[in-house]
């Protein structure tokens, strides 16, 4: 089971570009990488996901270096509604593992 | 479609009684799981099911129990409430369990506070 290290908290200004880094150094070779938004009293949403490489989708980049054994979630020209905490979820498409999700990290936009 | 529905949306209950918590999937959907949310905490994984079958269970009390219906929706029931089981409990379906490469779907939660 591949365990997830994300930074607590990030700051970021309006309009800047944020990169959320999620390590793990135990990935299987059968594990996705998903990131999930969530609000305050609100389930997760989907963000994106990933294999290796590149994924880039309307709404955010993720970049998998070939060791894989980390991503990082990038998110262009962040404005105050991006303000969430954003969880990395690393599981395999085989196997019966638990779904476990790391603590996030709590993003703050400032004006 | 129809997101993941979660009813009831808020309740109060006091120690020692039990309270059901019900999780409609998306339509297709055949996986439920089940996290609970404290204060401060992140996502911690109740169970999963899958075509009404337990797959996975995590680290709760025997309190906490689950199961799924041949429709795919899930009941999860928490008996002789306790302070420390308030928390926001959420669902989520997917197409299929055990899959990475599956997306979760949430639902909005149950907001659960024990006085």
């Known amino acids: 089971l591949a365990k997830t290290t994300q930074p607590i908290s990030m700051d970021s200004y309006e309009g800047q570009e944020v990169n959320i880094t999620c390590s793990h150094n135990?990935?299987?070779?059968?594990?996705?990488i998903t990131w999930y938004q969530q609000f305050p009293s609100q389930g997760p949403r989907f963000i994106i996901q990933g294999y290796k490489t590149k994924v880039t989708n309307e709404v955010a980049s993720l970049f998998i270096p070939a060791d894989r054994k980390s991503s990082t979630l990038s998110l262009p020209r962040v404005s105050l509604s991006d303000t969430a905490v954003y969880y990395c979820l690393v599981r395999s498409n085989f196997g019966n593992e638990k779904l476990t999700f790391g603590t996030g990290t709590r993003l703050t936009i400032i004006p | 479609k129809a997101g993941v529905t979660q009813t009831p949306r808020y309740l109060i209950k006091t120690r020692g009684q039990q309270v059901t918590l019900s999780c409609s999937p998306i339509s297709g959907h055949r996986s439920v799981s089940w996290y609970q949310q404290t204060p401060g905490q992140g996502l911690q994984f109740l169970f999963e099911y899958f075509s009404e079958t337990q797959r996975n269970k995590g680290n709760f009390p025997g309190r906490f129990s689950g199961r799924q219906f041949s429709n795919s929706r899930s009941e999860m029931n928490v008996s002789t409430l306790e302070l420390g089981d308030s928390a926001l409990y959420l669902c989520?379906?997917?197409?299929?369990?055990?899959?990475?490469?599956?997306?979760?779907?949430f639902g909005a939660g149950s907001r659960l506070t024990v006085l």
């Open positions: 989520a379906s997917s197409l299929l369990a055990s899959s990475g490469a599956n997306v979760l779907t």
């Open positions: 135990n990935i299987a070779t059968n594990d996705y």
